[in-house]
């Protein structure tokens, strides 16, 4: 199978998936907003609709934009065992020692969300709500990502254990069926010293519960025989999905693991907001609500930009603002 399709690609189902599935991702993107400080929280729940819808735009560019793809993933055990531990965290280095085709065949979301970061934190410092907007929610939607287990391994879809559709039943099926029972409350974003190697705790502490993904599913389809599977009728369609009984089993066995992450992925994304808007100085948000700033204006705040980071010395060299 293509690694490109890797996170919505039900092959049991012959459904198709996007990673989280469209509802968690817009569920995640929404709840986000209630992580941001007052000076925040007024633009962006004036947007929320806008946030929530966009949540799954970077997956429906997949196909369309060069080089998205690699941007949702990092097959990370693909450089080795402890390749965890030693991968470079930042992309000028990973590069020099791996080479930039090499990284991005294998994925390169936790350098791309630092990417984001600053992208997102130029946005404001040019008071350009429209992007402002777009940008935090594809950093929401890459954030989301990096906290599925399935994202940090080659073994994506289990095609490598005989656990074929495993990636669409976790961060899909799962939510599907239970989210509606999580506790969703993560209290409020805090600023990140560090967003790159924050994006890289995400993935160490994501990669360290892939172990359980796996395993679990492997020891419960032992015991279900016939019983994992059942047939469900979706739209004009029947279809072969993971049965309710195997799928509760599954759920209870990883011991709350999926809420966790999603939670994760909600204060993550606070986190990354508030920083970017941090360290634009704290631009007036509420001021842009209902402004629209003309082309000429933004055109003119850019080249300001440009000049500032020109003039601008690096506090943290190794940091690209790309």
């Known amino acids: 199978m293509n690694r490109c399709w890797h996170c919505f690609f039900l092959v049991l189902a012959g459904l198709f998936f996007w990673s989280w599935g469209f509802h968690a991702h817009r569920q995640i993107n929404r709840l986000a907003v209630f992580t941001l400080p007052p000076e925040m929280i007024g633009f962006y729940k004036a947007n929320i609709s806008y946030l929530t819808e966009a949540a799954v735009n970077a997956d429906r560019r997949r196909f369309a934009v060069v080089d998205e793809a690699p941007r949702h993933y990092i097959d990370i055990d693909h450089f080795g065992d402890s390749a965890i531990f030693t991968m470079p965290r930042y992309w000028k280095e990973a590069v020099e020692k791996y080479g930039e085709d090499t990284l991005k065949a ?54 490598l254990t005989g656990q074929e559709g495993i990636h669409a039943f976790w961060e899909s099926r799962l939510p599907e069926l239970f989210s509606g029972e999580y506790d969703f409350f993560v209290g409020k974003a805090s600023y ?37 599977y059942s047939f469900e009728t979706r739209g004009r369609q029947t279809v072969k999905v993971y049965s309710q009984e195997f799928s ?27 920083t970017a808007w941090v360290d634009a100085g704290q631009p007036d948000l509420k001021s842009l609500i209902k402004y629209k700033p003309t082309e000429e204006e933004l055109v003119q705040r850019r080249k300001e930009l440009e000049e500032w980071k020109e003039q601008r010395l690096r506090v943290r060299e190794h940091e690209e603002e790309i």
């Open 248 to 274: 509760k089993a599954y759920h209870e066995a990883l011991e709350g693991m999926v809420e966790q992450q999603m939670k994760a992925s909600i204060k993550a994304i606070g986190d990354f907001w508030y």
């Open 106 to 159: 294998y994925g390169v979301l936790p350098w791309h969300l630092n990417v984001m970061y600053y992208r997102l934190r130029d946005a404001f410092l040019v008071k350009d709500p429209t992007r402002i907007l777009s940008l935090s929610a594809d950093l929401g939607h890459y954030l989301a990502d990096a906290h599925v287990p399935l994202h940090t391994t080659e073994n994506y879809n289990g095609q």
């Open 192 to 228: 990140l010293d560090n967003p790159q190697l924050a994006a890289w705790k995400i993935i160490e502490e994501t990669h360290a519960l892939l172990p359980k993904v796996l395993e679990v599913e492997r020891d419960l389809t032992k015991n279900f025989g016939e019983r994992k």
